[in-house]
């Protein structure tokens, strides 16, 4: 079986990848903001193979590729899903955003997409681009306004995988992780961004009914991941729970007053 995972900001894609890099299974991550590009994992022998697609300035679907061992990368903040491996001006191995751009020949790639076990942050194949969850792409969702047009056979390929739609039970919990989150916003423009993730959480369920698209659930809180994914082993639930947070001497005060004046869904 094959799996999409159709989730919000901060739930879960980072693990999930581990869990199937762990399992030697291959794996697609779209981008969650302006440009799309993605990058596609496949195992080969003790190694995996990264392949990359973008558009460049001019158009042209660009791809590069990379062989690593990912054996000892499974829980390391810096091979996330911004890891890549030429170093940028800055000497960083991070994407190169601002060399590529959005545009409908990036679809030239989605059948090597579609060919992954896993792909998470799938919602560039529908054709709905920009910043995961803000409320202009929430938006256009609802009101099918897709950024861009799609190979029309996507759909009905997606109807053949098994979709999975995190959420959270523990609202306490989402919020301690996303108050304590490496370069967050100011207090409260932090707690409208978690109640703008609760709501994509609760409408991305209408989306795929919109398309027809069959789904399930998946809690972030007590979900099996070997029965749901179909894993031989698995990665301890929180082995990536720190990995990407910062040091907030107010967390706990912020956290309750969140719950208390904040939450809203």
């Known amino acids: 079986m094959k799996y999409t995972y159709f989730s919000t900001v901060s739930s879960g894609k980072y693990l999930l990848r581990s869990q199937f890099w762990y399992n030697r299974r291959s794996c697609a991550f779209l981008s969650q903001s302006r440009p799309m590009w993605c ?10 193979k990264l392949e990359w697609y973008w ?3 001019d158009t042209k679907l660009s791809k590069h590729s990379h062989f690593l061992d990912t054996s ?21 191995e991070t994407i190169p955003r601002d060399q590529w751009i959005t545009h409908e020949n990036f679809y030239g790639c989605v ?39 799609p190979p029309p056979h996507i759909i009905e ?14 609202i306490e919990h ?32 209408v989306i795929l009914k919109s398309y027809d698209i069959p789904y399930e659930m998946f809690s972030l809180d007590t979900g099996s991941y070997a029965k749901t994914f179909g894993l031989d082993k698995t990665l ?10 910062e040091h907030n001497p107010k967390i706990d005060e912020e956290v309750k007053k969140y719950m208390d004046t904040y939450h809203t869904l």
């Open 157 to 170: 390929e997606l109807r053949k995988r098994c979709n999975i739609v995190p959420y959270k039970e523990n």
């Open 111 to 149: 059948d090597s997409i579609m060919s992954r076990d896993l792909i998470t942050n799938p919602f560039g194949l529908l054709g709905y681009t920009g910043k995961l969850g803000s409320n202009k792409m929430m938006s256009r969702m609802v009101n099918h306004l897709p950024n861009l047009t």
């Open 72 to 92: 000892d990368k499974l829980v390391s903040s810096h091979y996330d899903e911004m890891w890549f491996p030429i170093p940028d001006h800055r000497g960083y």
């Open 39 to 48: 990058v596609l994992s496949s195992p080969i022998g003790n190694l995996d």
């Open 174 to 205: 989402l919020a301690y992780n996303l108050l304590s989150i490496k370069g967050r916003l100011p207090f409260e423009q932090q707690c409208e961004w978690i109640n703008q993730n609760l709501e994509f959480q609760r409408i991305i369920p």
């Open 55 to 57: 558009c460049d300035k």
């Open 236 to 245: 301890p639930r929180d082995s990536s729970d720190t990995l990407f947070h």
